[in-house]
């Protein structure tokens, strides 16, 4: 929009509206039930990925651990971790169909309206930034809020997970048994944490940051891409979400470690609440070299 065009539309009196509801993506399924439905299909999509890698060892240089350590460590069989997965996503399911029962659709055709009321607001703006800001940037920082929330939210349930011995030994010592993670354990969980950890924390994010319809499928799918990826059990230089997010497979499976449990509790996106609060790794940031070194400081206590 050049200037004179932009000009033109501002001095106008405000543009007339009629307001429709807005067509879903997907002419076969509403937006609200494909942001539930794609949240599935990333997770077990991209866990079948991570599994392929696995499987073939595409990429044995930038595995966290050795393959050999699954089997000697995990102590819980795969089809257990698929089965009780498969039970979260259920309740996950049905608690975002309750939770979006009665949510508005989202409406669209006073874009125009909103704009040229916005743009009277912010005069110092020029006509290109506040339609950006309109259509692009709120969402987006709105999305960003909804990722401080849930951060928020896990971080301090997490930590209290570790710190109170009936909650870590009823409930969060079942997603211990992962002791050297891998993609499509990232929500082998007890039922009940992962109803109160994930899916109501999230819920729990949408609903106090606003996000609409819209809006909630970007945030769940990023959401549940991140968790898997951080789950994934290789340290990647070429994954974006590696080298964007310091809160990633690296930094939380230092977490997974004995030498690590009590620390970097922050999940899924930043680690602001470990470092703010000091339950930040502190050791060395490579889990192989760090367990090396727990092994032998073990080993000198012993003799």
């Known amino acids: 929009m050049n200037y004179s065009t932009a000009d033109a539309f501002l001095s106008a009196p405000p543009p007339s509206f009629e307001i429709r509801e807005r067509e879903p993506l997907l002419s076969f399924v509403s937006d609200k039930y494909l942001s539930l439905i794609l949240t599935i299909v990333i997770y077990w999509g991209v866990s079948i990925f991570f599994h392929i890698i696995d499987t073939f060892d595409l990429l044995p240089k930038y595995r966290i651990h050795p393959p050999e350590e699954v089997a000697l460590r995990n102590k819980v069989t795969v089809l257990e971790v698929i089965r009780d997965v498969l039970l979260q996503q259920l309740i996950q ?28 607001k912010i005069p110092f703006l020029s006509l290109p930034v506040v339609s950006f800001l309109y259509y692009y940037g709120f969402s987006i920082m709105k999305i960003m809020a909804a990722f401080f929330v849930l951060d928020t939210w896990q971080y301090f349930l997490h930590r209290a997970m570790h710190n109170y011995k009936y909650l870590y030994r009823t409930f969060h010592s079942r997603h211990h048994r992962l002791y050297v993670p891998y993609a499509f354990g990232a929500l082998y969980n007890h039922p009940f944490e992962g109803l109160l950890m994930d899916t109501l924390g999230a819920g729990l994010a949408f609903k106090l940051c606003g996000l609409t319809i819209r809006e909630s499928l970007i945030f769940f799918s990023f959401s549940t891409l991140k968790t898997v990826d951080d789950h994934c059990g290789y340290a990647l230089p070429f994954d974006p979400l590696q080298i964007f997010f310091q809160n990633n497979a690296a930094y939380h499976d230092i977490h997974h470690q004995q030498f690590g449990i009590k620390t970097n509790f922050s999940q899924p996106f930043f680690i602001v609440w470990d470092k703010w609060l000091g339950t930040q790794y502190k050791g060395n940031r490579n889990v192989r070299d ?14």
């Open 93 to 120: 399911t049905i608690t975002g169909i309750v939770l979006t029962y009665y949510d508005p659709p989202d409406y669209v055709g006073m874009e125009a309206r909103d704009i040229w009321v916005l743009a009277h």
């Open 290 to 303: 760090a367990a090396v070194t727990e092994k032998s400081e073990v080993e000198k206590k012993e003799k």
